[in-house]
């Protein structure tokens, strides 16, 4: 109960205040989830049923379902959302168009980016897409119960997305590290800012939890690939981290500047990328024996010869035995365990910016630097 009420003591204002001691904390009322494949709850698999790998075994393994999780099981969102109103993350896609009750929606997407991408095949739901039909959604519920406008200032914005603005500029974009952080990263962040504000502004979110990228080059699919040779002491590649890096710092910025436009808003940053850092370096400590291959893969090294194709649209591959013992699911995508370990590091106020005391209510501050 401690670690709830360490990270529930973030949040000002609600439709369920509880008394610990003299001091009231709240519960958010909803998750709103605005993400990538990290965390999609199911959204590509209802948009391409039967076309995507998450739609078919092993994915699911642990909970004995197929979900459209791109992993064995569970992520954080819904581990999140599990602790807060009592069930998973629902996809948006799951909701029926008619259906004007307010209760927690993932509006990510698999593959999806901040930016639109020149690239073939790519996800058409981006970011500001993403904010888009959540508006959409909000306008539905309002109309139908006025009353309901001040819920949305209760709930929590859940924001992880940009990673594949990494990747796909690296491949199939083959675009040099200098090019991304010139050209790439600025435009990624300003677009995230965009669309962040217009949830705040337009859509009265208060409370948001704004991820970082974890740490890519400590993932199989990097990790495989033959032009990466350089590793640093805990085995993940140097150059991809370095990108991850000069990405999350404009991330930072971007938050610490969102803070000081927007003083009503409270914008928590979670540093995934120092928490899978860390993560590797206590591995073993928290029950995991294999960090650095594919729970489901192709084979070869790292167990992700075949990539994301080897897991789910192969029916030949064979998933490891306890993917518990994983970080790694499918190369890219992470295990259950792992996606819990994460959580728990949020509910504990770990990775967390800013530190706010347990029980101190205050907002996150403003600062120039």
Known sequence: MASLLTFLSFFLIGSIVVQAAVYPYVIPNAVFGFTDSLSD????????????????????????????????????????????????????????????????????????????????????????????????YQQQVVSSNATAARLFSSALYYVEIGGNDINFALVPGNLSYESIVQNVIPRVVQSLKDSIANLHVNGSAVHFLIFNMPAAGCTPIYLARGEYSAKDELGCVIDANNLVQAFNEKIRETVNALR??????????????????????????????????????????????????????????????????????????????????????????????????????????????
Request: proline residues 8%; glycine residues 10%.
């Open 260 to 369: 000081c436009e927007y003083p009503s808003a409270n914008f928590m940053y979670f540093d995934f990328y120092e928490a899978s850092v860390d993560f590797l370096r206590n591995s073993y400590e928290l029950g995991f024996v294999n960090v650095d291959s594919a729970c489901c893969g192709g084979g070869g090294d790292y167990n992700c010869k075949a990539g994301l194709v080897g897991c789910g649209c192969d029916r030949t591959v064979t998933p490891c035995s306890d993917p518990n013992k994983y970080m790694s699911w499918d190369g890219i995508h992470y295990t259950q365990h792992f996606y819990e370990v994460m959580a728990d590091n949020i509910l504990t106020r770990q990775y967390l910016d800013p530190p706010t005391p347990l029980l101190q209510n205050v907002p996150s501050t403003c600062s120039t630097y």
């Open 41 to 136: 709850t199911g959204n590509l698999k209802l948009a391409l049923p039967g076309a995507v790998d998450a739609d078919y075994p092993p994915y699911g393994m642990t909970i004995g379902e197929v979900t459209g999780r791109f992993s064995d099981g569970y992520l954080i969102i819904d581990f999140l959302n599990t602790r807060f109103t009592g069930v998973v993350e629902k996809p948006s896609l799951a909701r029926d168009p008619s259906d004007t009750t307010y209760a927690s929606l993932g509006f990510g997407s698999a593959g999806a980016t901040v930016l639109p991408q020149a690239y073939p095949n790519m996800n058409p739901d981006i970011l500001p897409a993403q904010v888009a039909q959540f508006l959409g």
